[in-house]
């Protein structure tokens, strides 16, 4: 198979790449940061349509034919929505969904005609937001939402769409969220009590993140399976889950009652 991966110069797409290359598969990198050691790596921003596209024409002259494109390119911060900078919110919508989009449509060209999507969202995309946590989760869930909308379309064609939705994996991205916290904390004006309290809470309750390579497999497995899901979820987080059981009005006194002891 040949497979292209968004994302792949650390945490889930360095070793979703290892993993199919393991498999024998070949691998077409691309992120922001190029790997030297690897001729099947290209450095892209994925914001950036004239890149993706050189990238494309590249595989393209070398009758390259993709059997999945894998969008795992990703940020996270924490945010006080009424306060953060729309310099900030744009970047995140603009990697996180809109990025994601750009590489799917410019590589679809590529993809064969019973070949696959698979776009890595997130668990909270299935969630009511949590505070602080709104600007990521609103991202997420509009890229669900995009999953669910590009099966629709590429169904018609014979091409199958998979959503996988990884909890807290032990990423570069992971550490960005628990400092992004800490720096809320610091900075918020609205939420000063409201933000410490989070940070202490998301330190108590996120639990163990698990290995990018065990996620790996499951990627692996969207990709290959004769018969995928429409949705993967990996090591998904109790304590949210047991917390959107409950109506969202009783979700909201639970969550108020928290951050305002």
Known sequence: MKILITGTASGIGLAAA????????????VDIKRSENDEASFEADIRDENKLVGIKE?????????????????????AA???????????LVDINLLGTMLTVRVFH????????????TSEVATYTPMPFNGLYNVSKTALDC???ALRQELNLLGQKVIAVRPGAVQTPLAA????STERLAESTVLYSAESKHFASLVKKFTGTPMPP????????????????????????????????????????????FLLKR
């Open 18 to 29: 290892n993993y199919y290359k393991e498999k024998g598969h070949t691998v077409f990198c």
């Open 58 to 78: 590249r595989l393209k002259a070398d009758g390259v034919e993709l059997d999945a494109i894998v969008t795992v390119a990703g940020v996270h911060t924490m």
């Open 81 to 91: 929505l009424a306060e953060s900078n729309f310099s900030d919110i744009k970047r």
């Open 109 to 120: 060209e590529l993809l064969s005609k019973q070949g696959r999507v698979v776009i890595v």
């Open 146 to 148: 995009y999953a669910d």
């Open 176 to 179: 960005s969220s628990a400092d």
């Open 213 to 256: 390579e065990r996620f790996a497999k499951t990627l692996y497995r969207a990709t290959t399976s004769k018969h995928p899901r429409l949705a993967y979820s990996k090591h998904r987080n109790i304590g949210l889950v047991l917390l959107n059981v409950l109506p969202k009005r009783l979700q909201c006194f639970i969550i108020k």
